[in-house]
C-alpha cells in the first residue's frame, strides 16, 4: 500500500512539473509564410498601384529556382485565397503542382479596369450611369499589367516565363477578353462566373468573330459558372453558349475545361472553382515530376 502512495505521490509531482515546465516555456504565434505589398507608379493609369506579393517558401535545394507567376484580379478579395493554394498544392508531400509566386491586383477603379467596353447598361439591359460610368478602361489596364507591372515583378522576383491570369465575375471578363485580344501576354486563362451580359454580350460576340475555325490556340482556359438564379441565369446561359462556341470552332492546341457548381452562388463559387482551375491547368505536372 506504501508503495503504490508513494508511487501516486510521485506522479502526480512529475504532472506538476511537466506542467509547469510546458506554461512556461514561450509559445511563437503562428506565422502564415508573409506576403509583400509592391508600390508602383502608373503612368498608363495616372495613379498610384499597389500589388500583393506571395513568394514560395523554400530551401537551399530551391535556392537558384525560377517560378511560373499567377496573376490574380479583385487582389483584395481573392489573393489569400489562392497563395493558400499554390503553398498547399506544392507542398513536398502534396506534389500538384509546381510551386509559384501569386500576384494580387486590388482594386482602385474596378468598373474601369475590368470592363472592355463603356457601357452604361446593367444585367438586366438597362441603364445605370451610376454604377457604371467610366467602364471601358480593361485595354488600358492589360497595357498597364504589360508594360508597368510585369516589369516589375519579373526585375524584382525569380519568375518563369509560365504566367497565368484569374479573374472572378468582371475580373473573368476581363480575363476573357485578355484572352481574345492579346492571347499570348499569358499562358493558361482562369474565367470564374465570367459577366458575360456586359454590354449586350460583347465578349460573347466577340469570342465568335476573333476565333476563326480550326485555327491554333496554344493556351489553357477554365470556365465556370454556379448557382446564380438557376438553370436559366443569364450566367449559365452564357456560359453554355460559350462553351459551345468553342467546341464549334474545333481549335487546335486549346485546353480546356467547363465546370457548373449547381450548389455554389456566385460568390461562394471561387472558393471551389480556382482550386479545381489549378488541378486542371497542372493535370499533367505530377507525371512529369
Request: glycine share 4%; net charge positive; proline share 6%.
Amino acid at each position: 500500500m506504501k508503495l503504490f502512495t508513494y508511487s501516486s505521490r510521485w506522479l502526480t509531482s512529475l504532472f506538476f512539473v511537466v506542467a509547469f515546465q510546458a506554461q512556461g516555456q514561450p509559445v511563437q504565434p503562428y506565422t502564415y509564410p508573409p506576403s509583400e505589398v509592391v508600390k508602383i507608379h502608373s503612368r498608363l493609369l495616372n495613379e498610384e498601384r499597389k500589388v500583393y506579393v506571395h513568394c514560395p517558401k523554400v530551401d537551399s535545394a530551391y535556392a537558384n529556382s525560377r517560378f511560373p507567376v499567377l496573376y490574380v484580379l479583385d487582389g483584395d478579395n481573392h489573393f489569400e485565397l489562392f497563395a493558400q493554394y499554390v503553398d498547399y498544392l506544392s507542398r513536398p508531400d502534396v506534389l500538384a503542382m509546381p510551386k509559384m509566386i501569386v500576384i494580387g491586383i486590388p482594386n482602385t477603379k474596378r468598373t474601369r479596369d475590368l470592363t472592355p467596353t463603356n457601357s452604361i447598361l446593367n444585367y438586366e439591359g438597362k441603364p445605370d450611369s451610376s454604377s457604371y460610368r467610366g467602364s471601358g478602361g480593361n485595354e488600358k489596364f492589360l497595357q498597364f499589367m504589360a508594360t508597368e507591372l510585369m516589369p516589375v515583378i519579373e526585375k524584382k522576383y525569380p519568375t518563369a516565363p509560365y504566367k497565368i491570369l484569374a479573374g472572378h465575375s468582371f475580373g473573368g471578363l476581363a480575363s476573357l477578353h485578355c484572352l481574345l485580344t492579346h492571347p499570348d501576354l499569358f499562358d493558361a486563362y482562369v474565367a470564374v462566373s465570367p459577366s458575360l451580359w456586359w454590354d449586350k454580350e460583347y465578349v460573347l460576340r466577340m469570342t465568335d468573330e476573333k476565333l476563326k475555325s480550326a485555327s491554333t490556340l496554344h493556351k489553357t482556359l477554365f470556365l465556370s459558372d454556379g448557382n446564380e438564379g438557376g438553370a436559366d441565369s443569364f450566367f449559365h446561359k452564357h456560359l453554355l453558349k460559350l462553351e459551345a462556341t468553342l467546341a464549334g470552332k474545333k481549335l487546335k492546341k486549346l485546353d480546356y475545361r467547363y465546370k457548373h457548381y449547381p450548389t455554389e452562388t456566385h460568390m461562394t463559387e471561387p472558393v471551389v472553382a480556382y482550386f479545381d482551375a489549378l488541378r486542371f491547368i497542372f493535370k499533367d505536372w505530377e507525371k512529369q515530376h
